[in-house]
């Protein structure tokens, strides 16, 4: 069993550190010690055993606060098992099929060796910051397209690969 299991994200309008957030109480419902943190906010991954990154996708690219984190401490991160989830989505499409990682984040993945990367639904609302989100929310492609019991199955194999680390 892995020793403390870090879940960090970045994420512009919260809909990301919701995902994460619930990652990491299915990870703690299933026994394991959890940290959830701002990608922007850690400072190291030394204390953790084992890491999940999260990342909300804007044309095309992880959130930058995602790809910092993975760039800063990718020495560590090689050293670990890894985990990557990306969300965006505006559509039922990540419900629908496997949505494989973005250019960049693939070429991260093959580097880290990490474990299994997921595609999830987003969510973009009223009140969203950027000028791409007024623009998407004014054509009428808005909503909640998250499904969190994807999420929570996902969030319990890691458990399960981590029981038998």
Same mark, same amino acid.
């Given at each position: 069993m892995t020793d403390t299991v870090l879940v960090t994200y970045g994420t512009t309008n919260g809909s990301t550190a919701q995902i994460a957030e619930a990652v990491? /109480? %299915?990870? @703690?419902? /299933?026994?394991?010690?959890?940290? !959830?943190?701002?990608? =922007?906010?850690?400072?190291?991954?030394? #204390?953790? &055993?084992?890491?999940?990154? &999260?990342?909300a996708l804007y044309a095309g690219r992880w959130h930058k606060d995602a790809r910092r984190f993975v760039r800063r401490h990718r020495v560590?991160?090689? $050293? @670990? #098992?890894?985990? +990557? +989830?990306?969300?965006?989505?505006? /559509?039922? !499409?990540?419900?629908?099929?496997?949505?494989?990682?973005? =250019?960049?984040v693939?070429?991260?993945?093959? @580097?880290?060796?990490? @474990?299994?990367h997921v595609t +999830?639904? &987003?969510?973009? $609302? $009223?009140g969203a910051k950027g000028?791409?989100?007024?623009? %998407?929310? =004014?054509?009428?492609?808005? &909503? /909640? +397209? =998250?499904d969190f019991g994807a999420i929570e199955a996902w969030a319990h194999r890691i458990a399960e690969a981590l029981a038998h680390t």
């Open positions: 990491a /109480d %299915i990870l @703690r419902k /299933d026994g394991l010690t959890v940290e !959830s943190r701002p990608a =922007r906010s850690v400072t190291g991954v030394a #204390p953790y &055993g084992a890491v999940v990154v &999260g990342g560590e991160l090689a $050293e @670990r #098992p890894v985990w +990557f +989830f990306s969300s965006g989505p505006l /559509d039922a !499409s990540a419900a629908e099929r496997d949505i494989p990682p973005v =250019r960049g693939q070429r991260t993945m093959v @580097r880290l060796d990490v @474990r299994e +999830f639904g &987003g969510r973009l $609302e $009223e000028r791409m989100a007024g623009m %998407i929310l =004014r054509s009428g492609k808005g &909503g /909640d +397209f =998250r």
